[in-house]
Structure formats: structure tokens, C-alpha cells
């Protein structure tokens, strides 16, 4: 945006008046860039400036080429606006790095803060306070004018969670109940694995296939031996909710028992299992429709969210004693107590947000969470479980660990020799033009591309996705580890281009 010419001469005046020694234009231009949050005043504006507009208040020095301000202006003092302490929790919030984590990997974040125009001085690597709270006030004013801001996952999922309480709890109290996921380091090894037991059955056939495969991909025999023992139920999630709708009344009809016996026979679940699932899922809507009406469980899970948030560990029993508890309300308090402990002492260390008394809604609204009322949540509750039955959405629920999104089926796809790319765009800082993705919920390759990046051009965007998938697609299809240097070094090298 265009700036005034009082607004330059402003830029000019508090620029040299903060110099504690001469500079020469270019010197005033630079430091304007650094103080303004990127503003790029040329050297020969700033002489025009200077020689037109402060003439009268300026010492040139023509040997060195340098400008002062004169004696008389040098006692004035530049009035700063107070500190804003909440700034401290833009890391929560956005995806800005913590302090502790920046001063791990300051190289890193230099290089990186570098390319999206600010440099990052070694000054925030001591512990300035009010350094600390500038840098955080200049990242989020640059990434929200720049157009890159971007929420956190783990705060868009806290969002999530609170304008729908009672339906995430329901969701998080059993997810990995009978889910023993296994995981190997090689993706590609990965995902056969993942393939052939997606029926929760191995053949003889088929463990033979997954030996020759581990060979291949240089994953340990004794690793996938272990797997097969120790393999569980693969699809339960997506089974376990599919138990859950049918329980949703707390009635299971005949039909609807006829339909799952048909849907646990797709599934490889026996009788046995299929019976504990259905077991579990009433007594979950049971234990939900004794306790929603509860206040003080209503506020339990607005701190429990938080703490999931916070990736604060949390023992989260009450759903599994319940019914050994005596007062379920000084049980659920003492819980709450715990909680806000445990969140001052996160606060405090990974964000320097000190608190003495913590209220969880007032602590939500300073992050601009707006909390809903418990009726509103009941409500809440009871139209998506409606909608659920109606549209059959639980396919897209993806459950990790304790976070839950929807799986975005709006996604463009691409495909090479009858391997699928969902193509994700989106606007992110500190990102490369391009990555790649395994998706292990759901078994998907994701590419995302970053609209934001200096080389993207809305006019080559299907080049740049057409090529990211090529390389993506040989990275999969090779086994040599040279290939993946050479592909994460086409990346890095991208990111050195610059346009004289």
C-alpha cells in the first residue's frame, strides 16, 4: 500500500533518531524494511525525502555520504505502544513457531524467515522478553498482510471439538480400543502392508508376498514377523463407527442386526468381537445420555479439549470407573483441578503465558474461541447424530490418535500407472513449493502445493501439479536412497532459484 508523503518522512525521521551513529541511504532504507514489517523504501527515496522534506533537520556528512539528525532533535523521545502480553499465545494459535522450539533450530528458522523477508536477528536467541513479544507481533502482522496466516492444526481441531463436545467425546473414549496399529519406516512397505490386512486376514500367500516384499524394501524380516503376530482388528475405526450409528437409540433392531452381522462378515470380525463392539457402543451412548446434562462434565470436557490441544498427557479414566465412583462430581472437579495445574505449567513453559487464577472461558476468548452453551451443545449433539444417520457421513470421519478431521473428498485427483494423488493447495508459510504426503488413516497420497511461494503461478499450476506427481510417483516406485537425496535436493534447490 501506497504511503503518504508525511507517513515517509515519519518512517525516515524515527529511523534516524533510533541510529545511535550516521547512515548512509541505503543503511536507512534497510533499516526502515526491518522496522516497518517489509516496507521497501528504495535509497533514492529516502534521498528525496531527506533533501525535500527534512532538509532543515538533517547533517550531511559529503565525505562518508551519511545523514544525522541535528543536535537539537536528539533528545526526543519515540513513544512505544504497550506491550501486548497475549501476543505470547500467537504460537498456539497460529503456526508460529514456540520460542523453545525456534532457539533449538535457529539456523533453520533464520534460513526460512529469510526467504519470506525478514531477517531473524540472533538477538531472539537470548531470553529479551519484549524481543520476544516484537518478533511474535511483527510474524503475525507480516504472514496476516502477506496473506499466509495460518490456524494451527492442533487449534483448528480444538475449535472443532468445542462446537460439538458430547459427539467428539463419544468418539475419543474407545477410538484405539481394539486398534493396534503397526507402522514401518519404509512408505511404500507401508502401504502393501496396510493393503493385505485391511481384512484383518493374512494367507499363507500373502505373508510369503510381504517377506519377498520386506527383501526388496530392506525392512526387517523379524520387524514383519512381529506385525503378523501381533496384528489386530485394521478397519475398526471405520467399523467401530458404523456400531456406534446403529447404537445411536440404544436399540438395535432386527434389521439392523441382520445388517451387521452382513457388514462383520466383510469385515473378518467374529461373532465374539462383533458382540463386545455392540456391547461397548450402548453403553457408551449410555453413559453419554446419563452424564450431558451435567454441568460440571460439560465443563470437564471444555478442559480436557484444551489439554488435548496442548498435548498435555491426560489419563481421561472417567468413562472407564464411572460407575465405581461415588460422587462423579468431586471425582470430575478434582479432574478439572489437575487440568488447569498442568495447563498453567504448559502455558508457562512453552509459551512464557503466566496465569494465577485460569477460567476456561475467559482463556477460550482470548484465543477467540467463543464457547456454546450446554443446551446449545445437547443440540448440537442431537442434529449430527440426525445427519449422521441421513447422510451416512461417519465414511468421512479419519481418527488420529485424539484428534479428528473430515476427509476431504472435494479434493482434486491425479493419477500415474493406476496410482491415486489427492492434490492439496493452500496458502502456507515456511513451506516448499511442493511436498508429498502419506496419509497412513487412509492410505492416500497427498501432494501439497503452496500457492503462496514466490516460483507459484496460478497460469503453471498445472504444470507444477503435473510435475510433482511424476517425481512423487518415482520416488515411490525406487528403492535406492539416492533417490530420495535427489528429490529432496530438486526441492531445496527450487527454493534457492530467485529472479533478478
Known sequence: MEKSTDELKKMVFETLLESKKPLMAKKIAYNIYRKYDGYKMSRFMV?????????????????????????????IKVIKPDINNDLLLTPLIYKIPIRKHLIEHFEFYQLVFKKNGYYLEDKYKNKNFTDWIKLLEYLKAHFNNSGTLKENDSFFILKENLLNPFYYYSLIIDTNKYENNIYFKNNKFQQIFDEITRDNLITKAEENYLFEKGKEFLV???????????????????FKLLIDEICEDGIISPNEREYIE????????????????????????????????????????KHLFLCISLE??????????????????????????????EIKVKLKQDFLYEVNDFEIDEFLKKININTITQQEALKEFKDNNEALNRNSSIKNIVISGNKFTIKQNSLEKIKINETDFLIKKAKLPFYPLFNYEFKRETGENLIIVNTSHKLFDK????????????????????????????????????????HE
Open 47 to 75: 534521498r528525496d525525502i531527506i533533501w525535500k522534506q527534512m532538509r532543515d533537520n538533517i547533517d550531511y556528512d559529503n565525505l562518508n555520504y551519511t545523514y544525522t539528525l541535528k543536535e537539537s532533535f536528539k533528545d
Open 220 to 238: 526387517d524380516i523379524k520387524d514383519i514377523k512381529k506385525a503378523i503376530k501381533t496384528l489386530d482388528f485394521k478397519a475398526y475405526n471405520s
Open 312 to 341: 498435555i498427557e491426560i489419563d481421561n479414566e472417567f468413562y472407564e470407573i464411572y460407575d465405581q465412583i461415588d460422587s462423579p462430581n468431586n471425582y470430575l472437579n478434582d479432574e478439572i483441578s489437575m487440568m488447569i495445574n
Open 262 to 301: 452382513e457388514k462383520a462378515i466383510q469385515y473378518n470380525v467374529d461373532e465374539e468381537l462383533l458382540n463386545n463392539m455392540i456391547e461397548t457402543g450402548l453403553k457408551k451412548i449410555k453413559f453419554i445420555k446419563n452424564h450431558r446434562e451435567n454441568a460440571v462434565f460439560f465443563n470437564y470436557l
Open 459 to 498: 497460469e503453471s499450476e498445472n504444470i507444477i501439479i503435473s510435475f510433482a506427481a511424476s517425481m512423487y510417483f518415482t520416488k515411490l516406485t525406487m528403492t535406492d536412497p539416492n533417490i530420495h537425496r535427489f528429490i529432496d535436493r530438486i526441492n531445496n534447490n527450487l527454493e534457492l532459484i530467485e
